[in-house]
DNA sequence: TTGAAAGCGCTAACAA
DNA sequence: TTGTTAGCGCTTTCAA
């Protein structure tokens, strides 16, 4: 602030040379520079703690090395990891290049709007979109207009570039199945407008549809993002007449509100009610029992699409411009699959 | 991308006016420019959809309209909360305010001149710091300079701007203590160079001093971010020949694993061991038992900070330079109050 | 009430 | 190998 900070023509003339010179020595251009010019040129620049103007350099090189990060539904931010953690990989990726990141959260699709005026005002080179939603008009337009953007998920849309990763849903909910499950009732993370929680819910159907088993609306409960929406459900769900003899939750968060609330109606997990979340939270494999969940590679999702993104930037087309990644349904207590092994090998034994 | 933006330049010529009238009208300049002048600009500004250039009016302005969100120890931004709750409030706030966000996170000190080249390339016109570290010798000197800035934490500075909570594990400790435990053991949940971590193991000090505890430092573990540091440091209290009867962990995330330690061990929650979290994460009503913990404002003071950052950026000086906002210890049933209650009334009754 | 003109600090084509 | 020069698109003082 206090200090007025030094200009490149200051630094040039202490150098004893011109402002292009300082430029190009700075900026690492490939003009043959003499090292000695190049050293004073440094010198100089420290001496007088030099740093280029941001501003000044945006206008002129028509850059900016900075990303933005289009978040949607960001009131998730609070209790979603996954979103969490794709924005520190971003900004791991984007401190090994060298850009900054902007982060703009979205809040609902009427005003949305905000991150559209971050490429109208050129203040950012490229965007990644997380939990990109199919009802917004504005993406496949910036997309078909050609502006670097990379979608952490998916969208319908032939020319995006994506990377999200596979559901696991049906592994998950197959899984409950094979251990003798029908009725599996489902309870969303989010209002379905959230893509993935709809994406979630629609998987689960189309599960328990190709096992032949007819999905029951009954079973079906909407959440919203908290634990509390998944406990209620829960009971909700433990009130009706024919109960499910297994959940399979939208999300962790869910699931725990879920398992309290059978907890508290004096029911066993998994013996009377099996259950299985999605997203493996830290807490995941420390809840009583140990929660059976689906793993989501999110940091590598956000690595991954920052440096697809960055890629753009540089003028290369990306090799794959779709990249999906698997998914993991790792099986601890909750489900009863361990359970039933164990029985199974007493019958052996 | 693909379309060349309209210039202020075009939009004057259609208006039939001057670029300085056109910069007046869309800035809201106090000049007095004719209600028809300025509807015929507004009109020609939407009909070439104008979006002015960020970097060329920070340029000419010499403001950014954009706060910078420093994020020390930014690892933690996958599992701790209060990080994304305080980047969460502070979008609203920006938004509100008409400001970007740009996310800096810091990862190790010995590169910490990341978010000073922020501040250096005027690229931001003030910052946010979340969780300060005492031992980051740039932040005094910025301090010091003046330039605005605000801290959601604390550091020993007498001129620093920021809103911090109060601790509550002195209240916590000593809840603890009133139930009649002594051998009280602390799981800290990072290393103790984070700074709030380090803040908890001192105060529970403080707490025991104060009611004649000896501290004993044989139940004080260091944990990580990762619930299983907690599982483990609680496997460890375990194993060793004096057994604590109670736990204070460093967050909720250290406590479940503790909690999921404790039942591994076959003992039982609150009777045989008491645990007290810190956070109030999500899911913790709904642990089993449900975890009694400290509830943090973290969104309130990432709110607080923005206001109090934006409102330094225009002049005013805040009417409070350092916020304490108060903390709510929330006694649900691991630590064992409710139990001692209710043996209480069967005892009177 | 409006316009002319001088920058803001840098990059980069072109010339030397 | 280095310097000259012309912008980049906007704000803002000053004059009219």
Redesign the interface.
């Known amino acids: 602030?206090?200090?007025k900070?030094a200009t490149s023509h200051e630094v040039a003339k202490r150098a004893g040379v011109s402002r292009t010179t300082v430029s190009f020595v700075l900026n690492n251009v490939e003009a043959n520079i003499s090292k000695e010019t190049r050293q004073r040129v440094l010198q100089a620049a420290k001496e007088l703690?030099y740093?280029?103007?941001?501003?000044?350099?945006?206008?002129a090189s028509r850059q900016?090395r900075?990303l933005g990060?289009v978040i949607f539904d960001?009131?998730h931010?609070?209790?979603d990891?996954f979103?969490?953690?794709v924005?520190?990989s971003l900004?791991?990726v984007s401190?090994e290049h060298d850009f900054?990141?902007?982060?703009?959260?979205v809040?609902d699709l009427g005003r949305d709007d905000?991150y559209l005026?971050?490429?109208?005002?050129?203040?950012i080179d490229g965007l990644i979109v997380l939990n990109p939603r199919s009802d917004d008009s504005q993406l496949p337009r910036l997309i078909d207009?050609?502006?670097?953007l990379v979608l952490v998920g998916k969208i319908k849309h032939p020319g995006a570039y994506c990377v999200y990763h596979k559901s696991a849903v049906r592994e998950a909910v197959t899984h409950l199945i094979s251990l003798g499950h029908e009725r599996i009732a489902h309870i969303t993370y989010a209002p379905i407008a959230y893509r993935s929680a709809d994406s979630r819910l629609r998987n689960y159907r189309r599960a328990l549809a190709e096992a032949g088993i007819n999905a029951d609306e009954k079973l079906i409960r909407y959440g919203n993002y908290?634990?509390?929406s998944?406990?209620e459900a829960m009971n909700s769900l433990l009130a009706a007449k024919l109960r499910p003899t297994a959940v399979f939750a939208g999300n962790d968060?869910i699931a725990?509100?879920a398992?309290?609330a059978i907890?508290r109606h004096g029911l066993r997990i998994p013996e009377d009610i099996a259950i299985v979340g999605y997203d493996d939270i830290?807490?995941a494999?420390?809840?009583?029992p140990?929660l059976s969940t689906v793993r989501t590679p999110a940091?590598m999702q956000g690595r991954l699409a920052g440096e697809m993104l960055i890629k753009l930037l540089q003028g290369e087309k990306p090799a794959r411009p779709q990249i999906m990644l698997e998914t993991e349904l790792l099986i601890r207590e909750s489900c009863g699959a361990k359970l039933a092994d164990s029985q199974l090998n007493r019958v052996l034994s």
Chains 1, 2 share one sequence.
Not at 51 to 59: N, S, W, Y
Not at 117 to 123: G, R, T
């Open positions: 602030m206090s200090r900070r703690d740093v280029p103007d941001a501003a000044a350099r945006m206008l900016t900075t990060l960001a009131i931010l609070q209790v990891a979103i969490s953690k924005l520190y900004t791991e401190r900054r990141v902007i982060v703009e959260a809040e905000a005026s971050l490429v109208q005002a050129k203040q207009e050609g502006f670097p908290t634990a509390q998944g406990y968060t725990i509100g398992m309290s907890h830290p807490v494999p420390f809840t009583i140990p940091l």
